[in-house]
């Protein structure tokens, strides 16, 4: 079991701070750095840029600062015991590396610190250690893919939230015009990032979603299809029956027939 000690996010300072630890500290400590900084390891200075990780073992030397403004990081100490995990596993700890998507880690360095210092539950324990594996787990993709220059990781996290989003409205569609203009982008490059974030384009998404929620419908409900394909969001029964079939190879009310005749 991970032990968490205390931790924050979004952690503002002023171009006064400087953070100094000659002799390190004894348990592990990550950092996910959000400004310009400076930071060095055991003496070895070097600048980096916003979008920065880094977790420091025990006892090693350590400082930063960013002297040309405001400081600003999410950080965690940790322990675990030594003959449960090992951090190398998953990166090599006190090796600084990017990580394109600095708010992905918060919430869940928010609520470890959260279910640490104010939960009582039963299940707390049991609760911080899945997270704290699955923060790890997302640590560990940013560091193996340290140096790819992939311009939609930019996005990421907005895109899925809109992938999230459209999953949880079908029966309102979002169109792609819409969704680039919550991005801020254009709808080519927005639908150009989607197709290299997840290997399907937007509409095809859009499409897949529809019927696999039609046919979860078609599976457990007694709705009719007229119900269905508003909930799925056709405009009309008959372009939900077309859709359906071009990528079922069977009408909606075959496919309940089918599957029913399975059980």
């Known amino acids: ?22 002799n390190g500290i004894n348990n592990y400590m990550l950092l996910v750095i959000k400004t310009p900084a400076i930071f060095a390891l055991e003496g070895h ?5 916003p979008g920065t990780a880094i977790v420091i073992p025990p006892h090693v030397p350590y400082y930063y600062h960013n002297p040309n403004g405001e400081y600003m990081d999410d950080w965690l100490h940790f322990d675990f015991p030594q003959d449960a995990f090992s951090i190398e596993e998953m990166l090599t700890p006190g090796i600084l590396f990017p990580v394109s998507d600095t708010e992905l880690f918060s919430p869940y360095i928010r ?11 039963p299940m707390r324990e049991s609760n911080l250690d899945h997270l704290m594996h699955i923060l790890l787990n997302h640590l560990s993709a940013a560091f193996h893919q340290k140096g790819a220059e ?11 939230g809109i992938r999230i989003a459209m999953q949880g409205s079908l029966y309102e569609p979002l169109s792609a015009d819409e969704a680039a203009k919550q991005i801020g982008i254009s709808k080519s490059h927005f639908q ?23 046919k979860d419908l078609l599976e457990t409900s007694d709705l009719s299809m007229e119900q269905i394909a508003e909930i799925c969001g ?30």
């Open 1 to 22: 079991m991970f032990q968490i000690l205390r931790g924050g996010c979004n952690t503002r300072h002023p171009s006064s701070f400087f953070r100094t630890r000659p």
């Open 150 to 160: 992939d311009s939609y990781t930019l996005y990421q996290s907005t895109l899925q």
């Open 111 to 121: 609520q470890l610190v959260w279910e640490n210092t104010y939960v009582s539950s």
């Open 192 to 214: 150009h990032l989607y197709t290299q974030q997840f290997g399907i384009s937007f509409q095809q998404d859009y499409i897949q979603m529809r019927i696999n929620y039609a």
């Open 45 to 49: 200075e070097t600048k980096i840029p």
């Open 234 to 263: 056709y405009a009309s029964e008959v372009h939900f029956y077309r859709q359906f079939k071009r990528y079922v190879e069977m009408t909606p009310a075959r496919y309940r027939r089918h599957f029913h005749n399975q059980m």
